[in-house]
């Protein structure tokens, strides 16, 4: 288990607990002492996504990562963010304790997420996966982020740095790809 601030191999156990389905470990990094908690469980030996056309393919944490990687490509997010998300969905997924999961389903799990970390990054990723059919699709979903609140419950609000040029341009892009 690798500690989250410096990476070392080293820790030890400062506390466990049985949470659930699995046990809670409470760690400190023996090289920074730091602090992390792990959770762990048993997993089912394999979790299929089925896809809109039925299809069923077996659940990659890869995949789930390369698409949450560039939703939030350049945008200022702690290290480790990313790779704590995809981990936490998994956790949830596996958690579900179904041998298969619709594709909609993890698309709503990492749009949920993404909503509470940043903004840009979750229209991104909602272009793709809602598939917008244009800007007007996109302008509602901005609109709804803003009418709840999105400028000031995040710090810097983030949806001042999206003026209508670069929506325009997004909006552009987005097409181009559906072309
Ligand atoms: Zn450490």
């Known amino acids: 288990m690798k500690c989250p601030y410096c990476g070392s191999d080293d820790s030890k156990v400062i506390d ?31 979790l299929f996504v089925v896809k809109k056309d039925e299809r069923r393919e077996e659940f990659s944490k890869e995949k789930l990562l390369i698409g949450i990687r560039k939703a939030c490509e350049k945008r200022p997010l702690p290290a480790g963010t990313i790779d704590r998300l995809a981990d936490d969905i998994e956790a949830e997924l596996y958690g579900l304790g179904k041998a298969e999961i619709a594709s909609s389903t993890i698309g709503d799990m990492v749009m949920e997420r993404l909503r509470g970390l940043d903004y840009i990054a979750y229209i991104r990723f909602a272009s793709v996966y809602r598939d917008f059919a244009d800007i007007t699709d996109m302008k509602q979903e901005v609109d709804t982020l803003i009418s709840t609140g999105a400028e000031t419950d995040q710090p810097g609000g983030q949806l001042s740095l999206l003026p209508n040029e670069k929506l325009r341009a997004l909006a552009r892009s987005h097409r181009r790809r559906r072309e």
């Open 16 to 46: 466990s607990r049985d949470v659930n389905d699995g046990v809670r470990r409470r760690r400190q990094c023996l090289n920074c002492s730091s602090r992390f908690t792990t959770y762990e469980r048993v997993l089912p030996s394999s």
